[in-house]
Structures are given as C-alpha cells and as structure tokens.
C-alpha cells in the first residue's frame, strides 16, 4: 500500500534524514533534480534543440529547480533561469545551488514585473516555485507569475507539487499552476490526487530521492493509495474442493414499481464479484423482472399500492435475514414514509450492511442514524452525504474530514462516491481510490459498486478492505470497458461485464495468497 505524505509529515521524514541519519539535504535536492531530469530525457529528442525556462522560488524547491536548470544546461540545453525574488534572500542549499549556476554563467532573470514574462518560444516549463506549497494564499507578484506561466503553450512539468496547490488537501486558494506532470518525491501526497488539486497536477510521478528503507518508520500517515497487488491480497481465493457456501450468502433488498433495473444491477455486480448465493428481496409485483437472471435467488415481498417496501414486508423477509452473511439495502427502493418503517426493522436486525442510495436518503430524512449497525460500509454521493450529515457547500477536504468524524463515532465505513472516491475508515485512515473514469458519471454506476463491494464483505473481506478494494475494482472495470467503449457510452452493465477483466487484471504479476 503506498502511503500519501501530507506537507508536514514530508518535512519531518526529510527532518529525520539530515538530522538523525546524516543525509545531507544538498544530496536529497540533487537526487530530485535528477529525478526531475530523468523524466524530461526519454520524450525530449536532441536535448540541443530543448528550449527551456525553469522558474525558481526562494526556498528549497527553487533550490532544486536551479540543480535541475544546471543538469540540463551541462546536457546541451539551452536554458533560461527565472527567480521570483531577491537573491539576496536565498540561503542554505538553495543559495549554493543557485551560485553554482551563477559560477556556470547561465542566464538568470530576477522577475519583477510579470508583464515581461514571456514562455511562448519554449519547449518546456519547470515550475519550481513552491513545491510542498506556501500556508498563505498566493497574491500580487507571485500570483500573476503563475497567471503567466499558465498562458504558455509550452509542457509545463511541476516539481514536487504544482505551485499554489494545497499537498496535503488538493486545495487552491486563489491560483496555482496548470501542470502537464508532476514529479513528487520518494512518496505521493494527498493533494495529488485529491480534487481540485489532482486536476491541476496532470499526470503523476513518483521518484525515489535514496530515503533509506527504514524511513518507512517514521511516517504515520493515514492516507493510502491502493495498487493492483493490494486487492489481489484481499480477493479470496478459491481452492479445489472448495462450493458456494464458502464464498458467503449475500442478501440484496433493492427496487420500487419502476426501479426494477437497479436491483438486477446491484445483484448482477455481487454474483461477479464472486458471491456465491445471492438472494434478491424485491416488491412482489416486480420480482418477474428481478427474476430474470437464472443465477439469483429472488423473494417477492409484501408492498404498498406504490409498489415499494412496507413495514410488513419485514415479516416475510425475516428468515431471510437470519439466513444471510451480509445484507445491501437500498438501489431503487423508493422514500416513502412506509418504506422507512421497513428500513428501521430492517436495520434493528444488526445483520453487516452495506447502505446505498435510497436507504441513505431514508436515514437522513427519517433520523435513523442511531440504527445503522456498528461495522457498516455506507457509500454516499456529496448530496447524499450532505444529507446523511447536515454538512453543505464544503470542499472535498471538508468532507473528508467530516466523514471521519462519523465513521469513527459509529464505528463503520464510508465511501465517498466522487472523482476520485475516499474510502474513510473509523480508525482515521483515508483510501484514495486511483481508478475509473469519467463514463461512470451514470445511472446505475453506484447499484453496480454497491454490488461489488457487498460481495466481498460476504466473502468475508474485512470491512475497510471490502470498501476500498470494492472501489478499486469497480473503477479497474470502467477503465478496462473504455478501451473499447466511448466513456460517453459507456453503461452500468459495460462495468458489470468487464469485472471479470478486472479481477483477472490484478494477476498479472505473481501474487502469493499464502503470505
């Protein structure tokens, strides 16, 4: 699992390595620089005919900019240098850094009027302004730099962070740079891939500085970034010997008069994920539709003249519930007032829930927070958490963090349904889910991931692995349907139809089950 760095916790991990370990911090700027240059060399051709402008800030990333500016120039680039400040102002390795290219004679312009700031003639931009990013907002001179810097044609590559990009929330309090790439060093930050912040940061690399191994021990952050070989660890294997009761009994209660296709999709997802009896609790009147896939189990129940859940419909589900590992409510069931008396019973059952859609909205609506059974997964789109919360026109941040506080105080698992989804745990850990793609913005997309996640719980996945790995899978779907499909045209049976793929996927190295 690779872990996200927040600003402070980056510092102290590079704290630790000048202080405790003796690493010099001019060796850490070197080996970013070169980072930075690795990643230029492979697309660049004949590094002679590279024009490129590296804009420096006053602190260390400015620092690493110059190292950065003098390893092209001794390369054969032909490279112009811009420091926003005085140099007057630069100390420590930035200082030396900077003389170093002083003593080399290369060009270097002091910014003091942003109207004369032209990029139009170069090939690549270095933003090397800010990095980690400043605490204060970003104004005057240095915002209108940054205006400038975004108006250049030319590829801009960030160093560390995209300058006036928040790294450890994604914020942006007035301005920051528009990067094609962004090279972040030894670990990724939050900021990366959290909104607004991932959009400014194009696309991301990660690069080694030489932090030793045992660095791993000084940071604690919570956030997280899964990879293929985290979610191949949680899918169960499946030996010779083994039959269905193995892989978990999962109950779906899902679908209203006209919300039939819901329910199928929700259901459909779980049995390709590997559950290995699904049962689909539906409105009587609908069960025909429901039934149509041979695969299911499907119980027809009691309903109002609307066609949606009453409290009566508990009675004949009730076995049901005895019966199952793992429940998911609410794909298409509907808000009726009477659909909300079911819900408490069927709540007060204590069963593992997985709580989408239509039940979050009858929680929020009704005050059935109280009933939501410890070690639940409940996955929210922004208006449902806003309703879920009371919490209204916050950030992406803001509901991560609002998030955490009530998943800790009921002991259960949200997932923040966005781009990209946050997977946020009662012990404060953040999951931040690095697949799907913009085709998922559809009907019936959140059913499917519903089904996804509900079936590894009843395969008995812990319930924060369940989440994030049910995520992680949903979206490795949707990015393997887009190969072929338009994301336009994409559809939520598109996704059920390439999970298969996706599992698959995630065994394309070697993976020992064993460990």
């Known amino acids: 699992m690779l872990p996200l760095l927040s600003s402070e916790d980056m510092r102290r991990v590079d704290a630790e390595a000048i202080t405790k370990l003796g690493i010099p911090g001019?060796?850490?700027?070197?080996?970013?620089?070169?980072?930075v240059v690795e990643r230029i060399l492979p697309e660049s051709g004949e590094l002679e005919d590279l024009l490129v402008a590296v804009v420096c800030g006053p602190g260390n990333t400015g620092g690493a900019g110059f190292a950065i500016a003098r390893q092209l120039y001794l390369r054969g680039c032909d490279v112009d240098v811009f420091l926003l400040g005085e140099p007057a102002k630069l100390k420590g390795d930035a200082l030396t850094n900077y003389r170093i290219c002083v003593a080399l004679e290369m060009p270097i312009e002091e910014i003091r009027v942003a109207e004369e700031l032209d990029f139009s003639e170069h090939d690549l931009v270095i933003d090397a302004i800010f990095g980690t990013g400043p605490s204060r907002e970003i104004s005057g001179l240095t915002a209108e730099v940054i205006e400038a810097l975004n108006q250049t044609p030319a590829t801009v590559i960030s160093v560390d962070v995209p300058s006036g990009v928040d790294a450890s929330t994604g914020e942006v309090d007035s301005v920051a740079v528009w990067a094609d790439y962004t090279v972040t060093f030894q670990y990724g930050k939050p900021g990366l891939y959290l909104p607004p912040g991932r959009d400014y940061a194009g696309e991301v690399e990660i690069a080694p500085i030489s932090l030793p191994a045992e660095m791993e021990k000084l940071q604690l952050s919570p956030w997280r970034l899964p990879d293929d070989e985290d979610v191949w660890s949680v899918i169960p294997s499946r030996p010779r010997g083994s039959h269905k009761g193995y892989f978990g009994k999962l109950l779906?209660?899902?679908?209203?008069?006209?919300?039939?296709?819901?329910?199928?999709?929700?259901?459909?997802?779980?049995?390709?994920?590997?559950?290995?009896?699904?049962?689909?609790?539906?409105?009587?009147?609908?069960?025909?539709?429901?039934?149509q896939s041979p695969e299911l189990m499907?119980?027809?129940?009691?309903?109002?003249?609307?066609?949606?859940?009453?409290?009566?419909?508990?009675?004949?589900?009730?076995?049901?519930?005895?019966?199952?590992?793992?429940?998911?409510?609410?794909?298409?069931m509907g808000q009726d007032?009477?659909?909300?008396?079911?819900?408490?019973?069927?709540?007060?059952?204590?069963?593992?829930?997985?709580?989408?859609?239509?039940?979050?909205?009858?929680?929020?609506?009704?005050?059935?927070?109280?009933?939501?059974?410890?070690?639940?997964?409940?996955?929210?789109?922004?208006?449902?958490?806003?309703?879920?919360?009371?919490?209204?026109?916050?950030?992406?941040?803001?509901?991560?963090?609002?998030?955490?506080?009530?998943?800790?105080?009921?002991?259960?698992?949200?997932?923040?349904?966005?781009?990209?989804?946050?997977?946020?745990?009662?012990?404060?850990?953040?999951?931040?889910?690095?697949?799907g793609n913009a085709g998922l913005a559809k009907g019936g997309s959140g059913d499917v991931l519903t089904g996804v996640i509900a079936a590894l719980r009843a395969q008995h996945v812990g319930m924060v692995e369940a989440a994030w790995a049910g995520v992680y899978l949903h979206g490795r779907a949707a990015d393997l349907a887009v190969e072929r499909i338009e994301p336009a045209a994409l559809t939520a049976r598109d996704v059920i139809s390439h999970l298969s793929a996706a599992i698959a996927s995630l065994r394309e190295r070697p993976h020992d089950h064993s460990e």
């Open 337 to 435: 007032k009477a659909t909300a008396a079911f819900l408490k019973l069927l709540l007060a059952a204590g069963k593992p829930i997985v709580i989408d859609a239509d039940a979050l909205n009858l929680i929020s609506a009704h005050k059935l927070h109280d009933l939501i059974p410890r070690e639940s997964i409940l996955t929210p789109h922004p208006g449902e958490f806003s309703r879920l919360t009371g919490q209204t026109s916050v950030s992406s941040y803001e509901r991560i963090e609002t998030a955490s506080r009530f998943a800790e105080s009921r002991a259960l698992t949200i997932v923040l349904k966005d781009a990209p989804s946050v997977c946020v745990t009662p012990d404060g850990e953040f999951f931040i889910n690095p697949t």
């Open 26 to 35: 001019m060796v850490l700027m070197e080996n970013a620089a070169l980072a």
């Open 252 to 291: 779906i209660v899902a679908g209203s008069r006209g919300m039939s296709g819901a329910a199928r999709l929700c259901a459909q997802a779980a049995l390709r994920t590997g559950a290995g009896l699904v049962t689909l609790a539906v409105p009587e009147t609908i069960r025909p539709e429901a039934a």
């Open 298 to 332: 499907t119980v027809g129940l009691p309903e109002t003249s609307s066609g949606c859940f009453k409290a009566e419909s508990y009675e004949a589900l009730k076995s049901y519930v005895e019966w199952a590992d793992v429940i998911a409510v609410g794909p298409g």
